[in-house]
């Protein structure tokens, strides 16, 4: 399960259409001083709108967790310490996320291991037992 989350991420980091039309708009702005602030503010902005609907919705329903990460994506496009701290919540749920197959994957070997040895593996319908002896 970690490594096609890890495939997933790679695949993310490779980039694709969308991070191409931001590394062109990105471009076209750095031609001119004054497209370069409005681009800066315009990342700016909504960067922090999404971290603050994000919080909002910590407490209300909606995808909190989801805008406040779109708005560190979204400075991390212009301002190192969000790259920085993007990379570390990446870094963090891999982690979470191997720790949790872990545990999940000692759960499933110990009810393995902890079943009655009677039983046969399978699907009911596919088990042919003697008499209830647990023998095929």
């Known amino acids: 399960m970690s490594s096609e989350l890890q495939e997933e991420i790679r695949r993310g980091e490779e980039g694709g259409r969308i991070q191409r039309t931001v590394l062109r708009v990105k471009a076209f702005s750095y031609k001119h001083p004054a497209l370069r602030a409005i681009h800066l503010t315009l990342v ?67 009810r393995a291991r902890d079943k009655p040895h009677h039983l046969l593996q399978g699907p009911r319908h596919l088990r042919v037992t003697a008499h209830g002896t647990g023998e095929k």
């Open 44 to 110: 700016t902005v909504l960067g922090a709108l999404f971290v603050v609907l994000g919080i909002i919705m910590l407490v209300t329903p909606g995808p909190g967790w989801l805008f406040i990460f779109l708005g560190i994506g979204l400075w991390s496009t212009e301002f190192a310490w969000a790259h920085r701290l993007n990379q570390r919540v990446k870094r963090l749920a891999l982690k979470a996320w191997r720790w949790w197959s872990n545990i999940v994957a000692e759960w499933r070997f110990r």
